[in-house]
């Protein structure tokens, strides 16, 4: 029944330098029933948080479960494309329900697919007046950095270091 101590650096305090061993002297002198009782209350208190783990692992669990019920169920999307994003794909018809594009009015037969021309949603007027509106041109902006930078090079001065080199003849 010893009990066991943990040794770091330096194998202890002053007191263990002093007198080596001075605790396990102690602990050999001890009655039998407080050596039983320190190490039952270290071994409680390490076995007293497994038991709060437990618990509240126990209420974390049950959260977990209850936390699958929130996910949306795919029963209920709405198989459709917001007016956002057909305004974005060019797809966007503007009219009645049943008037689709080009004259179509969705029967058999007189129908029109607007998905055939996704990846020119504009027209060349239509993009030449987006092209009017740009705020900001990478290329240009990449240039102008590298003109400030090279600017900044040219106009300051520069430490130059000469070293004389003397001719090893020309000392003596």
Known sequence: ????RILRAGGGGMADKMFPGYKDKIWAALPQAIKESKVKGANNAFESHIAQHKSWQGYLLAFKETEKNFVPSQKFRKPAVDWRRQMERGTMHYGRWYEGPNGSDYRPGNTHDRLLDVK???TDAEW???KEYRSFDLMKFGYMCLGIFLAY???????VVWCEETDPESDH
């Open 120 to 122: 020119a949603p504009f």
């Open 1 to 4: 029944m010893r009990q066991a």
């Open 128 to 130: 030449a007046e987006r």
């Open 153 to 159: 090079r040219v106009t300051n001065e520069w430490p």
